[in-house]
């Protein structure tokens, strides 16, 4: 069976329900080096738009699996996002428009922000259903220590491009917060980031904060109590994003080890993520992990009290 090395899922997402993934660019190649990445540190840290991949390598791997995986049907969003930043790409506004010229599943572009204030990357997001980007403080102290951005980035450029970009989409715009506790959940900062969103269009101001091992460890979780009173200081379209609800299945679906591995190579898992994210039985997904363990193509770290599961490549 041929690799489909370019597409993941569908996977249950926080934001956007079951969510079939397209990853644009190589394995940590991003405008940030956000502390509470959990893919670990970027080593790939450029603004460098480029032609990573065939976009018809791309669009192939895409077509292939809307024909296999019956799942895919079932996706409420193709998600354009993955182990990087995808506005990178300078394919991009290509494969948005092929995509949907394939299918009626709405398009979201899952960003940073970072490069919006470039033309050519703003305008290759026209055509999506709905762009997701971030800002996760409101003053260039806190984008430096929690994004750690790419020489060239400068705070007030990215807020600029997010006010230009917003004001021609014509799609949905949910712009994500995330929050690290003693860093950014005080109202000081949210008050900055408030007053930095005066000329963006939102749809929604979405909460977020670490569900995951972060690649550094002072990243910490802010409570919901808190997230919920730093809430209350932002527009009414504002909102504290809620974890996703696995719900039982009562129809399972065979996966294969590749599956598995895709899955794994971006982002950690533990047993019960993968059991929802490719649809298998728990049972089914321990044998998997077990057979890989053995083949030292995946590891394990205890973390929060969890196991969480992520590929040898990248460990």
């Not at 090395?5 to 956007?16: D, K, N």
């Not at 502390?35 to 080593?43: D, I, K, M, P």
């Not at 055509?127 to 806190?142: I, Q, R, Y």
């Not at 998997?288 to 394990?300: D, K, P, T």
Request: aromatic content about 6%; proline content about 4%; hydrophobic content about 40%.
């Amino acid at each position: 069976m041929k690799k489909i090395s370019h597409i993941f899922g569908p996977v249950p997402s926080r934001r956007l329900g079951r969510s079939l993934g397209i990853d644009l660019v190589p394995f940590k190649t991003c405008s940030f080096d956000c502390v509470y990445c959990q893919l670990g540190r970027t080593t790939n840290l450029t603004v460098k738009c480029d032609n990573y991949y065939d976009p018809d390598e791309i669009l192939d791997d895409f077509k292939e699996k809307l024909k296999k995986d019956k799942s895919c049907a079932g996706a409420d969003y193709i998600t354009i996002s993955g182990s990087g930043e995808p506005t990178l790409n300078s394919s991009i506004g290509r494969i948005i428009d092929e995509i949907k010229s394939i299918t009626d599943i709405p398009v979201s572009v899952l960003t940073n922000g970072s490069m919006l204030w470039k033309n050519d990357v703003a305008d290759a997001l026209m055509n999506a259903d709905l762009v997701a980007p971030s800002l996760d403080g409101g003053t260039d102290e806190v984008f430096r220590l929690v994004n750690r951005p790419a020489e060239g980035l400068v705070f007030e450029q990215i807020i600029s491009g997010l006010e230009s970009f917003t004001g021609k989409f014509r799609g949905d715009v949910w712009l994500e917060v995330f929050l690290l506790k003693n860093i950014s959940d005080n109202e000081k900062e949210i008050e900055a980031v408030k007053r930095n969103l005066k000329g963006v269009r939102t749809d929604r101001i979405q909460l977020n904060t670490v569900a995951r091992p972060a690649c550094e460890n002072f990243a910490l979780p802010v409570t919901r109590l808190k997230m919920e009173t730093l809430l209350t200081l932002l527009p009414g379209n504002a909102e504290v994003i809620a974890d996703f609800s696995m719900q039982e299945r009562e129809v399972f679906r065979e996966a294969d080890e590749q599956e598995v591995l895709n899955l794994l190579e971006r982002r950690p898992c533990t047993k019960e993520d993968m059991s929802v994210s490719l649809g298998m039985h728990l049972n089914e997904v321990v044998k998997l992990i077990e057979v890989l363990e053995r083949s030292g193509l995946i590891m394990n770290e205890i973390k929060n009290g969890s196991s969480y599961y992520f590929s040898a490549a990248h460990g």
